[in-house]
């Protein structure tokens, strides 16, 4: 049988280099040996130790809860954690060993130093809380991220204001006007309040003034008789203030409305009642009317292009909705509610990298959620992983939409284009006194134009130019109105 002899300067090889703390002492609590880890945890050299009483270096402070002390009151092995004056933390273990008479005549004490793994264990708890709030913040967001469901996202002052207001007037019957730059959900906001109100079991009837011609406007809105007109159904048609009877009238893109047709809608709102085209019996209709324009109502009744008695009546309620760019809060709610609503309809994972959000984050977004939603629908149909790591710069090219297409100030007509060759040498004419800004509007508008006679269809020249419907509308009536 092996029998292993260990020499006494091998043992003591071992006692020199283990990484472990070793500190001995007597059966008094006097140090009588260390190695070197101990003199490293301690930041004091083994000469300075040996000789002294255990209690004597606590009190200086070397370390707190010595084993030696701790054993000798308890005679048996204690386990603890200790602090060295230099900041090392030690796991340490300490066991007596007895002599014959019972007394203990030794404390072998051994540590290992955590001091590393107590500072990892505090990230852990630190990223642990972190993952707590950011947990906790989610579960905010996803709760204003129930637009499909019902809720507005109204996270910011603003919105939240807006909101409280609309809770405020969801039940009652009076005249909304919706205020705000196109694409700040108008739209949707008038479904919401809709679907929220008494008159929900009756539909909602959405009229875009701007998409219908002028001179259909009225036999679409309040119908025509058999033969109103050439063209016209031999059965007539009802109309979509009576298909609106008990429900809600939508009238999107009022401003756009010429001041003939503003005195018929004035009338309908005032008598709730009008004729059909051809027509001259009185219909009834009982609709609540909900309004909404991107322009400047007020400005337009001092130039005279829309009718004071008609602003009033409609603005019994105006509500304005912000830009996005001035309610940054809802931003991260409503990236986050497109991008879901976008994982559904695509059956995707879609998610967005923080540089990616924080790109989203610090785009202005002129056009509003209409923009921000066509955006994130590029980037991610676009992307070749659901995992989508976008950076600033690489967020531009996804950005079509251009600062212009969301101004409606009006180009100042210029009686003297007639033809498109002149409208060309007017803009680009050194002799005339055109403004830059009005010049480019005018090219606008030619381009849009030229489209629009080609197509006979606003929604169509929309898709070819890569913008919203009712820019297109508007843009066209800026000069025509
Ligand atoms: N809170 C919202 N959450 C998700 N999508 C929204 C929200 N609000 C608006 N949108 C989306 O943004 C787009 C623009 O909204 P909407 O048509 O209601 O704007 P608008 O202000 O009526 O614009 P315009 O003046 O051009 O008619 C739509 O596609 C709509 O679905």
Known sequence: MYKQIVKEDELNLIFRNTTNEIFVADGQGICIQVNPECEKNLGIDAASLIGTNVKDLVSRGLFTNSTTLKVLEEKKPVSLIQETSIGQKLYATGIPVFAENGEISRVISTSINITEILKFQEKVQRMELMLDDYNKELASIKKTIKFNQGEIIASSHHMKRVYEMLEMITQVDSTILLLGESGVGKSEIAHWI??????????????????????????????????????????????????????TLFLDEIGELSLELQSKILQFIQSKSFRKVGGNKTEKSDVRIITATNRNLEQMVNKGKFREDLYYRLSVIPIKIPPLRERKEDLIALIFLILDNLNISY???????????????????????????????????????????????????????????????????????????????????????????????????????????????????????????????????????
């Open 347 to 481: 059956d995707k994972k879609y998610t967005f990298s923080n540089t990616t959000i924080q790109s989203l984050l610090n785009h202005q977004w002129p056009g509003n959620i209409r923009e921000l939603k066509n955006t994130i629908e590029r980037i991610c149909v676009t992307s070749k992983d659901e995992y989508i790591d976008l950076d600033k710069s690489s967020l531009i090219k996804y950005l079509y939409f251009n600062n212009s297409d969301y101004i409606n100030e009006e180009i100042p007509r210029r009686s003297s284009i007639d033809n498109d060759e002149s409208i060309t040498n007017e803009i680009f004419s050194l002799e005339n006194d055109m403004s830059l800004k009005d010049r480019v509007k005018w090219f606008e508008y030619e381009i849009v134009n030229r489209y629009y006679k080609k197509y006979k269809s606003t929604q169509q020249v929309a898709e070819v130019l890569k913008t919203s419907q009712s820019t297109i509308s508007r843009k066209l009536n800026q000069v025509e109105n």
């Open 194 to 247: 809709h679907k929220r109100s008494n008159r929900s079991n009756k539909k909602l009837i959405e009229v875009n003034c701007a998409a219908i011609p002028s001179n259909l406007f009225e036999s679409e809105l309040f119908g025509y008789e058999p033969g109103a007109f050439s063209g016209a159904l031999s059965s007539g048609k009802r109309g979509l203030a009576l298909e609106a009877d008990k429900g």
